[in-house]
């Protein structure tokens, strides 16, 4: 098919793990003994905080090689994971607050993985605000890379001066062992991998997006010359 | 050796400025001492307040009121073209960010000999004054807060929305220090020993030396104009 083309292939095949996975969520994946079906967000919550995390990485990787080329396709990648990161992270909150409310009685708790997601946000959100701030596209590049490289150094401050308070978080997968039944292991690695290539999809679409528009302002500024 | 004598220069330069001018330290002192103010009164007149709320007073006031020195510290040599004139001068960027941070170091150190007994007069009555264990937090706080607004404010005032973006940009990273600042002044305001506040002061410090290094290394991209 010639539709099927490089950028549409994610996304498509993204259309179709998706609701694979939340099928088996819902009907393979048995019902955990103390949590019972709220246990379940558990299969979209990990997926998505996983991907958050790729993004800054991907964003901070991205920065350190704007600053070395000065290429406009490294700015391009920047900006999309930023973009997805943040969604993402909005997401992992949303989920997360909504399982802690049943089991920890609570919304929200200052616990160091919850503090460094929150966080996180707001590093990668103000990165965001930044960029709507600065007209000129080489200084919007270089300024939001240093503030992706940055932000990203701050992930492991932030995490260890949090532990220092308390922790009520689960450690599903230790070093060890993983403490889940192994139907429920398969439901995850599913929606983990329609998660990442519903990531990969997102990502590819923002890139050529933002080259589009890179292009578009190339085009409207040799006009007026 | 030339290169401390470039930063020491350079720190010569903007304390000379500030010392004529005044404009920045008067600005901080007055507006953290109106935010000890307002908080005083949001508490209830005549209420007193635990070590805890006291800490966090403390730091609200401070790290507010350092926000407006630390805008200026960058945003009065773009008025002028100045950093054009700086980055044709021979000096490094390095030395340059190493001058800058220990400029706006200075100035939250002499804003904090006013804010923090101002503080005492309006919240200490069941506080314990314990002043040579609050040094060193003051000082780690500080610094932390100096190489990251530095650098964070180099890039906001090259933006035409330097004074909304600054503290946008720069609380997000700072919140662990302030975290930790405000559980050890806690404690030091409960009259717990100095190697009692290891734990905070320890990962505090790494903040520091992380983000000077970082500061160092990413500022000659964010200052220069291109």
New interface residues.
């Given amino acids: 098919m010639s539709t099927l083309n490089r950028t549409t292939l994610f996304p498509a095949l993204a259309a179709l793990l998706i609701p694979a996975a939340i099928g088996m969520v819902f009907f393979y994946a048995p019902l955990e003994r103390t949590m019972g079906s709220v246990q379940k967000i558990f299969y979209f919550h990990l997926p998505l905080a996983f991907s958050a995390f790729l993004s800054f990485t991907v964003a901070c990787i991205a920065g350190i090689m704007y600053l070395r080329k000065r290429q406009r396709i490294w700015d391009a990648r920047l900006a999309a994971s930023i973009e997805i990161g943040v969604v993402f992270t909005t997401l992992v909150l949303i989920t997360g607050s909504l399982w802690g409310k049943p089991i920890w009685n609570t919304y929200w708790t200052w616990d160091p993985r919850l503090t460094t997601s929150l966080i996180l946000w707001f590093i990668f959100a103000s990165c965001l605000i930044l960029r709507s701030a600065i007209d000129e596209e080489g200084k919007r590049a270089t300024f939001s890379a240093v503030m992706a490289i940055i932000g990203f150094i701050d992930v492991p401050i932030v995490f260890l001066s949090a532990r220092l308070w308390r922790s009520i978080h689960p450690t599903v997968i230790r070093t060890d062992s993983i403490g889940l039944e192994s139907s429920m292991i398969v439901t995850l690695l599913v929606s983990m991998t329609a998660m990442l290539i519903f990531w990969v999809g997102l990502y590819k679409f923002r890139v050529a997006l933002h080259l589009q528009e890179a292009k578009v302002n190339d085009l409207q500024t040799d006009g007026i010359r | 050796m030339s290169s401390l004598r470039q930063v020491r220069f350079l720190l010569g330069k903007d304390l000379r400025i500030e010392l004529r001018k005044k404009e920045s330290l008067v600005s901080m002192a007055f507006f953290g001492t109106l935010i000890l103010v307002m908080l005083n009164i949001a508490n209830g007149i005549g209420r007193q307040v635990d070590a805890e709320t006291g800490a966090g007073i403390l730091w609200v006031a401070i790290i507010f009121s350092s926000v407006l020195g630390l805008g200026r510290v960058f945003a009065r040599e773009k008025e002028n073209g100045c950093v054009a004139a700086l980055l044709l001068s021979p000096v490094t960027a390095g030395e340059i960010y190493l001058a800058k941070t220990l400029v706006n170091f200075t100035l939250m150190l002499l804003a904090e000999l006013v804010l923090v007994p101002v503080f005492y007069v309006l919240f200490g009555a069941q506080l314990n004054a314990a002043p040579l264990t609050l040094l060193p937090i003051l000082l780690l706080v500080n610094l932390g807060f100096s190489t990251?607004g530095t650098?964070?404010s180099a890039?906001?005032a090259?933006?035409?929305?330097n004074e909304v973006?600054l503290p946008?940009?720069l609380?997000?990273?700072i919140?662990?220090?302030t975290?930790?600042a405000v559980?050890a002044t806690s404690g030091a305001l409960a009259a717990k020993p100095l190697t009692a506040l290891l734990?905070?002061l320890e990962?505090m410090a790494?903040?520091c030396v992380?983000?000077t290094a970082?500061?160092y290394l990413?500022f000659p991209?964010?200052i220069?104009e291109?």
């Fill in positions: 990251t650098l964070v890039i906001s090259g933006t035409r929305r973006l946008i940009l609380f997000p990273l919140l662990p220090l975290a930790l559980k734990d905070q990962p790494a903040f992380v983000f970082a500061g990413l991209f964010a220069r291109d």
